[in-house]
Nanobody
Framework: QVQLVESGGGLVQPGGSLRLSCAAS????????MSWYRQAPGKQRELVAT???????NYADSVKGRFTISRDNAKNTVYLQMNSLKFEDTAVYYC?????????WGKGTLVTVSS
């Protein structure tokens, strides 16, 4: 099981930026897809972005053009750069990796967009 630790959340005004980090306990070099999910209050968890081992990225329509996922294999870390933040981006953001039929999850980091 991979241990994942998210950081970088906080309070930001609309239009602001944050960069989230997800540090893995093992090498991420061969992990096929590393993802960020989020869960807003009263809503289901949703996929935000994924990056493959080859660097191919995919984004939810709601964050395209504003968020960027990246990975640093040397640091075993995945990042989520979030720009032009909106009220509706408020959520707990989770890092996740596949493990067979299951997924490993971090404990999440809270992002609050408020004026």
């Amino acid at each position: 099981q991979v241990q994942l630790v998210e950081s970088g959340g906080g309070l930001v005004q609309p239009g602001g930026s944050l960069r989230l980090s997800c540090a893995a306990s093992t090498s991420i070099f061969s992990i096929k897809g590393m993802s960020w999910y989020r869960q807003a209050p009263g809503k289901q968890r949703e996929l935000v972005a994924t990056i493959t081992s080859g660097g191919i990225t995919n984004y939810a329509d709601s964050v395209k053009g504003r968020f960027t996922i990246s990975r640093d294999n040397a640091k075993n870390t995945v990042y989520l750069q979030m720009n032009s933040l909106k009220f509706e981006d408020t959520a707990v953001y989770y890092c996740s990796v596949p493990r067979g039929l299951f997924r490993d999850w971090g404990k999440g980091t809270l992002v609050t967009v408020s004026s």
